[in-house]
């Protein structure tokens, strides 16, 4: 039976074929207008609630997706302005790349030089600020429907309770029939608090763990796009593509080391030991060094 259909049986009186006479519409009617308030508030609060669950995981699925279309293809473009524009309009890590290029150009014109490092780290860490506060909306509601719900269907439940007992004491009869039927009907809008907050709650906690998930990853990436933009484009995160590379392992060909995917490294500016790979092996082949004893 819907909301709808409830509200209405209980605006014309009537309940429907059937019913428990201790049921809930029974209770709401013997309650009054307080217990019908109380009612009405508990639901619009549920409704509100999961009506942010389900915006906040669509928003943050939406992000997660970016997230996979960054590390798939982001870090193949030649600059930063081909690559931004190969993410979503309104995507969360386009935002951060195009702040940072707006910082980048801001700092040629302060009248008093800051270092530029510290100017882009303030920068990027005001963008990736905006976004978590984005994420954040609503989030506060949560909260404060599963802290507040059970004491408002505490509320109900003692004026529910109050009432019986004014009934029972005029009526003057103090049986276990007498007292169990409208004490059970005020108890009913406890239940229904602790209905509404359990899931706000539950909401609550799973949203925030996505949430700070999702933070993590734009904080990489921010990291990633400090250091690409400091060094000129010379530092980019390693990108492995299927069957060029194994998992977290480098290719070395003719003494020059090469990440899949990303700019070529020059020789040299990897510490290794003479005579070995990156893969701390004895070095065999071409790289090997000759002695000519003649």
Do not use: C
């Not at 882009?120 to 609503?138: P, W």
């Not at 990436?221 to 069957?243: C, Q, R, W």
Request: aromatic share 8%.
């Amino acid at each position: 039976m819907s909301f709808v259909t409830v509200l209405t049986a209980a605006a014309a009186g009537e309940a429907p074929a059937g019913d428990n006479p201790y049921g809930l519409m029974q209770a709401l009617n013997e309650g009054g207008v307080i217990s019908w308030t109380v009612f009405v508030i508990l639901v619009a609060m549920s409704v509100f609630s999961f009506y942010i669950l389900f915006t906040k995981l669509f928003e943050q699925q939406k992000i997660i997706g970016q997230g996979k279309k960054v590390r798939a293809s982001f870090w193949n473009s030649s600059n930063l302005r081909e690559a931004s524009s190969k993410l979503d309009q309104r995507s969360a890590y386009r935002a951060i790349v195009d702040d940072a290029l707006v910082a980048q150009e801001q700092h040629g014109k302060l009248t008093n030089p800051i270092d530029q490092h510290d100017w882009m780290a303030n920068s990027l860490a005001r963008s990736q600020g905006s976004i978590g506060a984005r994420l954040g909306e609503g989030l506060a509601f949560l909260a404060t429907v599963g802290s507040t719900a059970p004491f408002i269907g505490l509320f109900g439940t003692v004026v529910g309770i109050y009432r019986a007992l004014i009934k029972i004491g005029a009526a003057g009869q103090a049986s276990i029939g007498t007292v169990a039927g409208p004490v059970g009907e005020a108890l009913i809008m406890t239940a229904l608090g602790l209905v509404v907050a359990v899931p706000a709650v539950l909401a609550y906690n799973w949203l925030i763990r996505r949430n700070k998930s999702i933070m993590e990853d734009l904080a990489a990436f921010t990291n990633d796009l400090h250091g690409y933009i400091m060094s000129e484009g010379k530092v980019k995160p390693a990108m492995l593509s299927g069957g060029a590379a194994n998992a977290g392992s480098s290719s070395v060909a003719r003494g020059s080391q090469t990440r899949s995917g990303a700019a070529p490294t020059p020789a040299g500016t990897q510490p290794l030991t003479a005579g070995q790979t990156s893969t701390g092996q004895q070095a065999t082949g071409t790289g090997t060094t000759t002695v000519d004893r003649r």
